[in-house]
């Protein structure tokens, strides 16, 4: 049984790009969340998708934005990248949306340059 | 903000328990203490979760004082692959969706 899968790996852009990550929940899951990680923090909640909606939001600008497929599948896309979006972003899915426990990918590296 | 409060490193001797303390003094009624880890360059990983009685599981004990202001996660038999980071959550079930607010986390490192 696959776990949380995303792509890509690592990626590296310039600022005032966009770019586009996405992720694959783990079998059977239909929740999805999206974390932020900068190098020596703790991961931060951007968003949580479940049915096709974004359902909860954390403190991220409108320049961060989701889509979840029917397939429960989910991307990220960040707009007009800045410096400080350099990070580690990581896909989370969950049973249901009232599931306890928490499965993360191992996550995009994204650097902006 | 995080809820919790947590030492930023600990060492533990390989085979002895490791037991990481975290305090969390304005927890509500409702609010569940979690704890996840994340080895390096990995995605975090659940551990365990708890309300108000210790828990236990195949990877680790959860503690929580009477009070539930703090909680202990009480790893037995550390091994060298427990080295990582250790964060404790506090989260309410249900009305916080998949929101976990991490802290800065415990980094634990296991020697030989």
């Known amino acids: 049984d696959a776990g949380v899968t995303q792509s890509p790996t690592h990626l590296i852009k310039t600022r005032g790009q966009q770019v586009t990550l996405r992720c694959s929940p783990k079998s059977g899951h239909d929740t999805v969340s999206w974390y932020q990680q900068a190098l020596g923090q703790g991961p931060q909640f951007i968003f949580q998708?479940?049915?096709?909606?974004?359902?909860q939001r954390g403190n991220f600008p409108d320049r961060f934005s989701g889509h979840q497929f029917p397939n429960y599948s989910s991307e990220l896309n960040v707009n007009a990248l800045l410096l400080g979006d350099s990070a580690l972003y990581l896909c989370?899915?969950?049973?249901?949306?009232?599931?306890?426990?928490?499965?993360f990918g191992p996550g995009t590296r994204l650097t902006v340059l | 903000d995080a809820k919790t409060t947590q030492p930023p490193s600990m060492d533990c001797a390989e085979g002895r328990a490791a037991n990481l303390p975290c305090n969390h003094s304005?927890?509500?009624?409702?609010?569940?203490v979690y704890w996840y880890r994340q080895i390096h360059s990995q995605g975090p990983q659940y551990i365990i979760h708890?309300?108000?009685n210790n828990e236990t599981n195949e990877m680790a004990s959860l503690i929580i004082t009477e009070d539930r202001k703090s909680s202990t996660l009480i790893l037995p038999h550390a091994t060298l692959r427990d080295t990582a980071v250790y964060y404790c959550?506090?989260?309410?079930?249900?009305?916080?969706?998949?929101?976990?607010?991490f802290g800065q986390g415990t980094e634990l490192s296991v020697k030989p």
């Open positions: 959550i506090v989260r309410a079930n249900y009305n916080q969706g998949g929101k976990l607010i």
């Open positions: 989370a899915s969950r049973l249901t949306i009232l599931a306890d426990e928490q499965f």
């Open positions: 304005t927890i509500s009624g409702n609010e569940y």
């Open positions: 998708y479940y049915e096709e909606e974004e359902r």
């Open positions: 708890g309300l108000k």
